[in-house]
């Protein structure tokens, strides 16, 4: 399936995708669930796969407006370096360990919605990565087990204020800029994708390629990023890990290749779909 969070109307609502439309998944569970981490903490994947089977899209999917594929996660881990053409063009060298930082809710923005540069930086870079979601949570997920946690898969921009990210050894300040990192524009379940594929990466700005990787080439695989994460604190259903950029980012080309107002910005990701974001100049004040 392919599940996705949107607003209709001032409403906000989740589904899945058929076709070109989109089935009310509060509609057709009869509102047991308020949202879709609701549904994933609820163990509802079943119930939504039932509720669909025969049923006629209740919305066009164009004339939706979607949002993060998880408006809410409680966690949002993000891993850093975890590519080594990424690390090399950083400077930096490779860790023993995943490093990861942390991202808030309202840093994300849905697909097909606008990532606003702000007036403080002209230097907004993208990075294009595969997020994970969380369908069962735990402390301490061993590696092995780690595939039977994951609800799902969508793409992620982590569009970065790269000096603003860079005025200390803390990245969070570059990292967490108001609805920069773009989260779409669904995510598609894990049974649809066969535990440890070999997925393509592939980031394209105004249509060019400027990035592209494989899983395989993670220095951190996806289960090692779990079993990482929950040691430190439980994973909970909705939470979300993104599993890094590869080499290509715009601040190490020469000269940089930053963002600007009007650009088109896509993140590829095999077997899940295309992340589309336009950037805009935002307004101070």
Request: one cysteine or more; hydrophobic letters at 40%.
């Amino acid at each position: 399936m392919k599940l996705v969070s949107f607003e209709r109307y001032g409403k906000t609502g989740f589904g899945v995708v058929v076709d070109d439309g989109v089935v009310d998944l509060g509609l057709a569970l009869e509102g047991r669930f308020a949202d879709l981490k609701g549904l994933l903490q609820g163990d509802g994947m079943a119930a939504a796969s039932a509720a669909v089977q025969g049923r006629t899209p209740d919305y066009k999917l164009s004339g939706l407006t979607l949002l993060p594929v998880i408006p809410n996660p409680g966690k949002i881990w993000c891993a850093g370096l975890n590519y080594g053409e990424h690390v090399r063009e950083t400077g930096r060298e490779v860790s023993e360990q995943p490093v990861f930082f942390l991202r808030v809710p309202d840093s994300q923005v849905g697909h097909g919605q606008a990532i606003p540069r702000p007036p403080e930086s002209i230097k907004l870079d993208y990075e294009g990565e595969i997020a994970i979601i969380i369908g069962k949570g735990g402390r301490r997920i061993a590696e092995a087990d780690a595939w039977d946690h994951i609800a799902g898969y969508a793409c992620y921009n982590d569009a970065s204020v790269r000096d603003w990210q860079m005025h200390s050894q803390q990245w969070c300040p570059g990292k967490n800029f108001w609805r920069t990192g773009g989260f779409g524009p669904w995510m598609v379940t894990a049974d649809e994708i066969s535990a440890g594929a070999v997925l393509s990466l592939v980031t394209r700005l105004n249509g060019v390629e400027v990035q592209r990787a494989t899983t395989e080439m993670m220095l951190h695989s996806i289960p090692r990023q779990i079993a990482y994460a929950s040691t430190v604190a439980p994973l909970q259903a909705g939470d979300v890990i993104v599993t890094g950029t590869p080499g290509g980012i715009g601040a190490k080309r020469t000269p940089p290749l930053w963002m600007k107002a009007g650009d088109v910005v896509e993140v590829e990701v095999e077997r899940v779909g295309v992340l589309r974001n336009t950037v805009v100049d935002e307004l101070a004040g």
